[in-house]
């Protein structure tokens, strides 16, 4: 055994050392013992990983979390304005006074931490996710099947009415939080997911998505302002023949954010676009982590994150299209991008490419720099003070990421936190 891995299985028990399968398993105890074999076989992650060297897992994988201060704010939730089913989970647990009746046409909503022995998913718990575990080891999504407490598990049979928005709150500085959600989305039928908020001092959160044949999926998160927590989210999702999956997400503030997407396409004709807008300001490290298989015909993939960084921040992009053989058509596209406000912040990137079929249009392209000075000095000539035109400069940036949102309804809510941000920080 090489002293890496041993270092990585010694780190695994120890924040194994006092944990055990919830309770309430039941039925999910096979995918929990099966994720826990394979946490303490791979251990938890390493800086010395290739997808790890840009990020420090310490805060993620400590025995413990770090006491994080609670934010607070007058301003109203995201999302507040529209019309939802709202459920509430308050430091990693469902709370039924604060939520909503579960009850909507078109679709059923149960909670992991109750549930009965549910056929379909009791067939989806942890499958997409150990299938995710490979070419790519990613232990703290193991680690959340085995060990996560709360979740939702939710199947779409019909168009609902209106979307579905998991509420994070926080009351405790040290909640330490895994939230594990299953999303099916059958043939035909259309759901949108909503997520706001920060969920715990350190959340570990996994979203398992099957969307079926025809079928569509649309996912808006904003991962709220506190300052101090650190979270680490995963999303495994399976796409079948002529279904969409679209996903946006806003970062604002944060200690630490790892977002890890993997997306598979298992059926022609589907189409996948993941995008991210992330504002980051001093001690703030946030990195989106995208991996996608082409395993169909004439499917599309689009990868679009934009991150602005100021004082110190450090942005992190690591996204690979991989084409398998007979993935003909393939339209593959990739962009990460940063905006620089000052010298002491950075961006890391590492975009891939792996083809292995002949009739295919896959790009990338990173790029990093600051305010374009010729630009900046047009709109001030036109008499736009430099803070403001700062600030419609890097909307203008941000602008493509949160084109991707679907509803024009959100894309207005998510422009409008955005500026909200920068107005803040501009008189900072």
């Known amino acids: 055994m090489n002293a890496l891995l041993k270092s990585k299985q010694e780190a695994a028990a120890t ?55 609670v934010f607070k704010s007058d301003e109203p939730l995201v999302f507040d304005s529209f019309d939802r089913l709202k459920v509430v989970f308050v430091d990693g647990v469902f709370s039924a006074e604060l939520s909503d009746d579960l009850a909507l046409e078109g679709i059923e909503i149960a909670r992991l931490a109750e549930a009965a022995d549910i056929s379909w998913a009791s067939e989806l718990y942890g499958t997409l996710e150990a299938k995710g575990q490979s070419p790519v080891e990613r232990p703290l999504a193991a680690l959340n099947t085995a060990l996560a407490t709360d979740g939702v598990l939710i199947r779409c049979t019909k168009t609902p009415s209106k979307p579905v928005s998991l509420i994070y709150r926080r009351d405790s500085t040290t909640a330490d939080a895994m939230l594990h959600h299953v999303v099916k989305v059958e043939a035909g039928a259309s759901l949108t997911l909503l997520e706001n908020g920060p969920g715990a001092a350190r959340l570990n ?12 999926f649309h996912h808006v998160r904003a991962q709220g302002r506190d300052h101090a927590r650190s979270a680490a989210t995963h999303m495994f999702v399976e796409l079948g023949r002529e279904s969409v999956f679209k996903s946006f997400t806003l970062t604002v503030n944060g200690k630490l954010t790892r977002n890890e997407c993997v997306i598979e396409f298992t059926g022609d004709d589907a189409i996948a676009h993941v995008a991210g807008a992330a504002l980051g300001d001093g001690d703030f490290v946030h990195d989106d982590t995208v991996f996608v298989t082409h395993d169909a015909v004439n499917c599309e993939s689009r990868q679009v994150f934009k991150k602005v960084l100021r004082n110190g921040a450090t942005g992190v992009f690591q996204g690979k299209i991989l084409v398998q053989p007979g993935a003909q058509k393939t339209d593959g ?8 406000l000052d010298g002491d912040s950075q961006f890391l990137a590492k975009p891939e490419l792996e083809i292995y079929a002949d009739d295919v249009a896959c790009s990338h392209g990173s790029t990093s720099g600051a305010i374009d000075e010729d630009a900046l000095f047009y709109l001030r000539a036109r008499g736009i003070p430099e803070g403001i ?40």
């Open 389 to 428: 035109a700062t600030d419609l400069m890097t909307l203008a940036f941000l602008a493509e990421a949160v084109e991707e949102v679907e509803d024009d309804a959100l894309k207005g809510e998510i422009t409008g936190r955005l500026e909200g941000w920068l107005l803040r920080h501009s008189r900072a």
């Open 15 to 69: 924040r194994l050392d006092s944990a055990s399968l919830p309770a309430a398993a039941g039925w999910s105890k096979a995918a929990r013992e099966d994720a826990l074999a394979r946490v303490r076989s791979t251990g938890l992650p390493s800086r010395r990983d290739e997808y790890w060297k840009y990020t420090r897992p310490d805060a993620l994988t400590q025995a413990d979390a770090t006491e994080a201060d």
């Open 333 to 340: 596209y990739q962009k990460s991008q940063s905006l620089l």
């Open 205 to 216: 959160k996994c979203l398992e998505a099957l969307v079926a044949d025809g079928a569509e």
